[in-house]
């Protein structure tokens, strides 16, 4: 894993109802800020939510807006049934869509398991903040950061209009 | 091809003009049912309708709304010439749509053969009920439906919250 | 390389504010209809625009609607930058989406770099007119040309309708 050389801000957002209230222990969150400190990131924050819609959004505003990280990563809630709600709270804030990004997650995921393509997260800006949705399973965490770990700093550099070039 | 253990009641479309005024006999149709039978689905319904969003829509919301199936594959309409509205048809009744389903399907016909990526197919849910857009093209129903098998059923299991996890 | 053998009248739009400018010279252009003309295109205009969306949509459109070219291809603009405003112009005058197109581009770059996932461009169609963003960097062009030249004229002749079938 290699460390990134650029200063990056970051957060991390658990999304469960079990998690949110203490009833069940929250296993990837501490795998995402352990990820994300390896890269060579500071976790300025992190917390838990429940599958709500407005709580989701409301965490990432105040990441993204108050705290003014760089970036932030969610585990949860991205799956197909009903009370999954974190792409549609994490489209109703961002601006600006990457696409390639949730598809790399999905594409990668699904030569391990064909299961990862029911992942709906998605990946997008909320004016200079990247925020990253990831499946609640520790292991689509680890295998996740896996995948992310090589774009996310370039990335941010580009956002930051600090590097022009990509692809 | 594996067996479901779970109940699923599903439909098949076929979107084709030609096949619609009897014109043209249905192929992918019987291959559609066919390879749902074999997943273990009991097939509830089989309708063939005309290039017409609206008669294509209304296909979909009565399969879904009135004869309440799990699952519905349609056939045909996927392509980019100006007759092809499948995917529009399909994306006014959904609520939610689960793009790494249509990714799937394209890069993994993509492998086999470039064009695959020219199908606009998409895949999401009306409700409970599953709706997957495949090509026309016998072929391209064989070919999908393998990659669907071992998706469908965990899919549709999470779908009812009897799974929590993916990927 | 493969000689299309229909016939294609093409138009290559590059993206650049530099470029506009007549601060860098245009290297992507020139590649971009250099890749066009082998693959047996007529490459009918060719212009270097701002990142500016109106003025991005308006090349668009005077190539697509004025110069009723087959094909435009555009280079710049894709990434996650604020003044990366391609994909966002181009949405704005397209009707449909053809995003198997963008994703082929992404997904076949990512096995060579994983950077690729951060162009955000799309492929879609103004009446009969193709439209396809690339990155703009001359390696993401030639790269780009190769996936895109496999697919360009089978997809031209079924948007056509002159061919029915795909995948």
Known sequence: ????????????????????????????????????????????????????????????????????????ITTGGTGPALRDLTPEATRAVIDREIDGIAEALRFTGYNKTPLAVLSRGIAGLRGRCLIVNLPGHPRAVCEGMEILIPI???????IRGEQLEHG
């Open 1 to 72: 894993m290699k460390v990134s050389k650029i200063k990056i801000r970051a957060a991390a957002i658990t999304v469960s109802d079990q998690g949110a209230a203490g009833k069940r222990e929250d296993l990837s969150g501490p795998l995402l800020v352990d990820a994300l400190t390896k890269m060579g990131a500071e976790v300025a924050g992190q917390k838990i939510v429940a599958d709500d819609r407005e709580k989701i959004a409301h965490a990432l505003i105040t990441f993204a807006d108050e705290m003014k990280v760089d970036l932030i």
């Open 152 to 158: 996310l700093p370039h990335a941010l550099q580009m």
